[in-house]
């Protein structure tokens, strides 16, 4: 009985510190529970229900911030239609130009406010003296603004410029020269060179005009076929720019602006240049309430 007694009186110190240990040990986990819970407060109230960021304003209030900026949007192109190709030159200028075709072919479209073409051919036959022969040919394209292929100017730039290229490296084209074209959209070039085909000499003209966010093509050839002279290329080119000027002031005409015949760099520049009276040149409501109190003073 005494040794049971012994070995009782031995377990109780033992269990003792094994109790003790326990407290200490959840005693130490208590402040860390508090801790995490707090912390997790403070994150939930970050953020609303939507998912937007809330700033705290000088006046003590929170303005929501939106999680995503709006996506950029694209200037509208200047012309929204072309005018019917057929019509854009007067009777006068086709008269001068071919003469014994003053109506036209029109070409196919799917998109009349787009895209359009219109041809003319004129043979004026002298007999044994021979013929002279024209042809014409005047098409216009436009573009409309995109988001993902941008503004429409900027498109018609990139096809003005194609085009040009495409007339200046022709197949069989001698003697070539370009020239830029003034006084002509924002921007136009001539492209003039001879072709020789089994029909005779060919004179050949492509002056290419964009006006805003559209870009005309006008081809012009002229032949002295069985024996007749060959023309002048300096008058048909002159013709040719001639016409494409009037096709830009019809293009203009068609949406209700001006003439189309462009601005030039000098005015450009001066039309985007900000107004003498800024914001910063109004007097702030201290500086008023300063003088109005200087006055009665």
């Known amino acids: 009985m005494q040794r049971a007694a012994q070995r009782d009186d031995r377990a109780q110190p033992s269990q003792r510190a094994k109790r003790l240990n326990r407290a200490l040990v959840c005693a130490a986990a208590v402040p860390a529970v508090l801790i995490t819970a707090a912390c997790s407060s403070d994150s939930g109230d970050s953020k609303d229900k939507g998912g937007a960021s809330a700033q705290q304003t000088p006046g003590g209030g929170t303005s929501q911030q939106p999680s995503a900026s709006a996506s950029p949007s694209v200037q509208p192109a200047a012309y929204r239609t072309i005018p019917d190709p057929c019509a854009v030159l007067s009777k006068k200028t086709l008269t001068e130009l071919v003469p014994k075709d003053s109506s036209g072919k029109e070409g196919t479209s799917d998109d009349v406010k787009t895209r359009g073409s219109?041809?003319?051919?004129?043979?004026?036959?002298?007999?044994?003296?021979?013929?002279?022969?024209?042809?014409?040919?005047i098409s216009l394209l436009r573009f409309d603004s995109d988001a993902s292929r941008g503004p429409g100017n900027e498109q018609a730039h990139a096809y003005y410029t194609q085009q040009v290229k495409d007339a200046q490296t022709v197949a069989g084209a001698k003697d070539a020269k370009s020239e830029p074209v003034a006084g002509t959209g924002d921007e136009a070039t001539a492209v003039r060179y001879d072709l020789k085909k089994k029909e005779g000499a060919f004179k050949q003209q492509t002056v290419v005009a964009r006006v805003e966010n559209v870009v005309i093509t006008l081809d012009y050839n002229g032949a002295g076929l069985a024996g007749e002279k060959t023309p002048s290329a300096d008058d048909l080119t002159k013709a040719a720019e001639k016409?494409?000027?009037?096709?830009?002031?019809?293009?203009?005409?068609?949406?209700?602006?001006?003439?189309?015949?462009?601005?030039?760099?000098?005015?450009?520049?001066?039309?985007?240049?900000?107004?003498?009276?800024?914001?910063?040149?109004?007097?702030?409501?201290?500086?008023?309430?300063?003088?109005?109190?200087?006055?009665?003073?």
């Open 243 to 297: 016409a494409v000027k009037e096709a830009v002031a019809s293009v203009a005409s068609s949406n209700g602006k001006g003439s189309g015949a462009g601005s030039s760099p000098s005015q450009k520049a001066s039309a985007s240049k900000p107004s003498s009276e800024s914001p910063s040149k109004s007097a702030s409501p201290s500086a008023s309430a300063s003088k109005s109190a200087a006055k009665k003073n």
């Open 118 to 137: 219109c041809s003319w051919s004129s043979l004026d036959n002298n007999g044994v003296k021979g013929s002279q022969f024209r042809w014409l040919n």
